[in-house]
């Protein structure tokens, strides 16, 4: 137990029950998570505006290697269009969506860490 006797072993896990790491860090995991799906629209959009030859051959060699063939199969006609026909719009609520979902991420470390040292006064808005 990395040389950790019993007693201090029982103290730091009820640390981690008190400050509810375990539950800080499933609510991070999710913003995370949800943040990265904003974010791959917005990179396939922004694949649009890129003027480089073979993209969509690249593109469907790399997801061939790590999406199933099922999957792709379903998602290959989508970016094809993303790819071939850029959409200002699309873009925009892309990189806006990831923006707003990971700063709610942002929010929930500093509360995390408020938590976690104890730190009572907030953070003024501005910042």
């Given at each position: 137990?990395?040389?950790?006797?019993k007693?201090?072993l029982?103290?730091r896990?009820?640390?981690?029950q008190?400050?509810?790491c375990l539950?800080?860090?499933?609510?991070l995991a999710?913003?995370?998570?949800f943040?990265?799906?904003?974010?791959?629209?917005?990179?396939t959009?922004?694949l649009?505006y890129?003027?480089?030859?073979?993209l969509?051959?690249r593109?469907?060699?790399?997801?061939a290697?790590?999406?199933?063939g099922?999957?792709l199969?379903?998602?290959?006609?989508?970016?094809?269009d993303?790819?071939?026909n850029?959409?200002?719009?699309?873009?925009?609520?892309?990189?806006l969506?990831?923006?707003?979902?990971?700063s709610?991420?942002?929010?929930a470390?500093?509360?995390?860490?408020?938590?976690?040292?104890?730190?009572?006064e907030?953070?003024?808005f501005?910042?």
């Open positions: 137990m990395g040389g950790l006797s007693v201090e029982l103290r896990l009820k640390e981690i008190k400050h509810d539950g800080s860090a499933a609510q999710y913003y995370f998570l943040a990265l799906f904003p974010f791959l629209l917005f990179l959009s922004l649009g890129v003027p480089v030859p073979d969509m051959d593109i469907l060699e790399l997801l290697k790590v999406v199933p099922e999957a199969k379903l998602i290959q006609g989508h970016i094809r993303l790819v071939s850029p959409r200002g719009g699309l873009l925009s609520f892309g990189i969506a990831a923006l707003w979902v990971s709610s991420a942002m929010t470390i500093i509360e995390t860490l408020h938590r976690a040292y104890g730190v009572q907030g953070v003024p501005g910042r």
